[in-house]
Structures are given as C-alpha cells and as structure tokens.
C-alpha cells in the first residue's frame, strides 16, 4: 500500500468525509420544519412556493421570504436584504421535485458535498493528497460544517463558487488556459448572486491581486470589481422593479444588522459570544492544529504551493473577520455568521498534520508509523466529539412556551388545521409563539399574528381594520386563554385536540 503523501490512497479519505457528512444529514432529510435552524428552510420554502405560484415573470425572482397571504404579493413584503439565487435555486427544485421538506434539504446538502470535493481538490493541487485527505476530514468534523451545512441558507452554496473560483483561478495560473479563466469569473459572479459576503471574498482576492507584480493579475482585479459593481446595479434594477424603496429598505437592514441603528450588542457582549461560538463550533484542537500549519507555511516560503494554499485561507480568514465584525448584530445572532471560518481552519490544520507527518517520515519506520496511527486516531476523536457537539446543538423551535414539551409533529399538524380553518385572506390571531418563527406560518399558510396574550390586546387587533378579515385559535394552555375566550365578539367556536393539546378555533359572526 502507497501511504507517500501523493499515493492514490489518500482519495479514501475524500469518500470518508463525505460518508460522515451522509452519516450524520441523511438521517432527519424528510423531517417537518421545527427545528430552530429549519427557521430558514421555512422561509426560503415560503419563497419559492411565492414564486411559483405567482410566476417567474411577476416577481422578477426576488425572494418573498415572510410572506404568507394571498396574490398578488405586496410590495413591502418583497424581502430585498439579499441577492436571490438562492431562492431562485431552491423555486427550481420545488418546480421539477415536488414541494417538500427533503426537497429543500437536498439543495445544501447536495452543494455542501460539492464544497468537500473542491477543498480537497485545491489542497491536492497546492500540497498533496494526505493534506488534502487531513483538510477534508478536518472540514467536516466540525460542529460548524455538521451543523449548516445541511441548513437551507447562503453558507453552504455560497462556498461552492467561493471553493470553484479559487481553485478555477489555481488552474488558470498553472495552465494559462482561457477555460479555467472563464470558470473563474463564472463561478464568482454567482457568488455575489448568492450573498453579500461574495462581494467582500471577491474584495479581499482583488486586494491581493492588485499586490501581484504581473499585469494580467492586476487586470484580473479590475474586472472583478468592475463584475461586483456591474452584479450591484443589476440588483438594484431586479428589485426596484417590484419594490420601489428597495435601496432605502436594503440600506436600513444593513444598517441594523451593523448596529447602526435599534438595539445594538455592546462590544464586550459580543466578544464573549463570539469566542463562545468560534470554541464551541470549531473545536480547540483544531484551532492549534491550524497554528500549527501556519508556522509551516510561513517556512516553506519556497513551496509555491502551500504559500498559495495559505494566502487561499486568508482569502476566506480576512472575509470572515471582515463580516463578523462589521456586521456586529448580525454575528451576535447568528452563529452561522462565522461560518466560513471552518475552511481557514481546515486547509491550515490539514498542512499542520502533513507537515508532522513529514518530519515523522524522516525518523526511523516505528515513529513514522506511530505519527501516522496518532493523526487519524486524532482526527476519529474529532470526528466524534464534532458529531456529539452538533448533537447538543440541536434545540427544538417551541411555538406554546418556551419550556412546553411539544411534539415534532405539533407544528405541521396544527398548520394544516389553521390552513383548513380559514380562508386564505384570513389574518389568524394566536395566542402563543412567543418568539417569531415562521415554521408554523408556512403549514399554516396564512398571515398569523402572534404572540397576542391579554383579552385587551386581542380587542385592540380584532378591531384594527388593517387585520380584516380576522379569526383565532387560543391554546386553553395558557393562563388567560379563557378570559380572551370570554371577551370575543361573538362566534361560533370550535374545539379541536392535536397531540393532546387543546385549542378552540374562533370565527366572528
């Protein structure tokens, strides 16, 4: 068996990694949307249902993520904070798959596969294929990647074209050939069609590229930040087309999402949360085993390779510390905020272990085979306890109260009851979902006003004009359930039992 560091055997560990990434996402693909991640499978879902049911042409492919009425669709609740070729993907699937849960999951995980061959095929290209072997096995026994990467969201089919146009422009600089050129600038005009951080990864890469002493470089640059200024515009264009304050909406979500404006995470509270995330999603030895790589790289200054797969991470370190920093707010919400950081870490922590193994196969056969046994068994620890912390991570997402024990299948069962029960201009008031999620809104399929608890709130909504049509459903679970009961306008009332749980389903005369 050929165990040199460019044997054919190392691609076992491609299969490997994607074996556990199968292993661990697989499993819950056909599951209903009541995890707290499965917030964005919901709403990205109810995108594509929008825009399948309202036509391509009607809604110029700009996503309606929170909207759950009837057509024609308002143009307030066009959500322009993102570019759309997610949802535009995803209405794709629904078109030729059938709309369902694993259809929607199956985009990320699909794309997240795709992420694995291309690191693995980067590192080969700059080091060789027991780093690239160490990198992917790294990559997916993080909590991080084991976590989102089977969310349906930007992160794992915004790495795909990040992963493609890095390794296109590899190529393109050994070879010379126009193809790969052309791939490159192809796979990162869909990233900036993808999400934001495609214009802050293409911002870095043309920084270094405006460093290059070669010509053909520094003109690369230009056309790629000519590409992300001509990508923006078009943008504007797309969404101005069915929301005349696109621009102005689009400015003021940037603006809370980098605490510019409402509530704002002081610093020191999102120090914490951050190191929280950053230890508890990517493990600490992986962290030492990526230091470890960079004084590598910084020492193999003359292996044009490994200092090309080093400034590769940086491309992807410099983005993340860019956006997570930037974007205060965003990243004290949202662990996936720091996503990308897990392909820094891999492709560094790969070079660390290779690097050991090289100086291993410089002693005799007995510590050559020992660093080899120690590195896998290293890596089967992490594998292990990554696959443990994503475990602990999941939290189921509550719409009774925070501390009801619900069933998995509480949240589909009662929206096809609220779909049944009302028409579909109907405004539904509830009297729980303390904390918004749209879960429950895309089996419901109706506009759902939450979190509406006293009897004197309920005659507040009830009478707004801006709510007609109106009904209810009131779960007798809490406290004030039958005072709120007591005080409705008079109507018929239904009483219904789903999992054990009581509701009365209230329509005025």
Not at 66 to 73: A, M
Not at 349 to 364: I, Q
Not at 470 to 476: A, D, L, R, S
Request: proline share 5%.
């Amino acid at each position: 068996m050929n165990t040199s560091p460019s044997g054919r055997i190392w691609v076992l560990g491609l299969f490997v990694a994607l074996g556990f990434l199968s292993w661990g996402w697989l499993g819950n693909l056909t599951a209903p949307w009541t995890d707290k991640i499965d917030a964005n499978g919901a709403c990205w879902s109810q995108s594509a249902h929008n825009t399948l049911r309202a036509g391509l042409l009607a809604t110029a492919g700009v996503p309606s993520a929170f909207y759950f009425g009837t057509l024609p669709i308002p143009h307030d609740r066009y959500y322009t904070h993102h570019p759309p070729l997610l949802s535009v993907l995803l209405t794709a699937m629904f078109a030729v798959l059938g709309e369902k849960e694993w259809v929607a999951r199956l985009l990320p995980i699909t794309f997240s596969f795709i992420s694995v061959v291309l690191l693995w095929l980067l590192v080969k290209s700059c080091s060789n294929g027991r780093a690239a072997t160490f990198c992917v096995l790294l990559f997916a026994a993080m909590p991080m990647e084991l976590r989102y990467g089977q969310m349906v969201n930007f992160e794992p089919v915004n790495l795909v074209w990040m992963l493609s146009g890095l390794l296109c422009l590899r190529f393109w600089e050994q070879t010379h050939q126009r193809r790969w050129w052309l791939m490159m600038l192809g796979s990162l005009f869909l990233s900036l069609w993808t999400d934001w951080l495609g214009y802050l990864f293409v911002l870095v890469l043309c920084v270094r590229l405006f460093l290059s002493r070669t010509r053909p470089k520094r003109h690369l640059a230009v056309l790629l930040l000519g590409l992300s200024a001509a990508s923006f515009g078009l943008f504007l264009c797309q969404t101005h087309s069915v929301r005349p304050d696109a621009f102005h909406d689009l400015l003021e979500a940037m603006n809370r999402r980098m605490a510019r404006s409402g509530n704002h995470v002081q610093w020191v509270d999102w120090s914490r949360r951050m190191i929280a995330t950053l230890t508890s999603h990517i493990q600490p030895v992986s962290w030492i085993l990526a230091l470890c790589g960079i004084l590598a790289i910084w020492r193999s200054k003359r292996d044009e390779g490994r200092r090309w797969l080093g400034w590769g991470s940086f491309y992807f370190f410099a983005m993340s510390v860019l956006y997570v920093v930037g974007f205060q707010n965003q990243s004290a919400i949202h662990a996936y905020a720091s996503f990308y950081f897990i392909v820094s870490v891999a492709m560094t922590a790969g070079v660390g272990l290779d690097s050991f193994n090289h100086w291993c196969g410089g002693m005799s056969a007995v510590i050559k085979t020992a660093g080899l046994s120690g590195s896998f068994v290293i890596l089967v620890l992490l594998m292990w306890s990554g696959e443990r912390r994503e475990f602990e991570l999941r939290s189921q997402f509550h719409i009774l109260a925070r501390a009801q024990i619900e069933s998995p299948q509480l949240i589909p069962e009662l929206g096809r009851v609220i779909r049944n029960a009302f028409s579909e201009d109907t405004a539904v008031i509830c009297n729980f979902l303390p904390d918004y999620g749209p879960q429950l809104h895309y089996y419901a399929q109706r506009e759902l006003l939450n979190g509406v608890f006293t009897p004197n709130d309920w005659k507040k909504v009830v009478a707004d004009p801006e709510n007609a049509p109106v009904g209810g459903i009131i779960w007798m679970g809490e406290a004030r359930a039958s005072d709120v009961l007591s005080t409705l306008p008079a109507g018929p009332n239904e009483e219904i039992a789903i999992r054990g749980i009581h509701f009365v389903i209230w329509r005025p005369e």
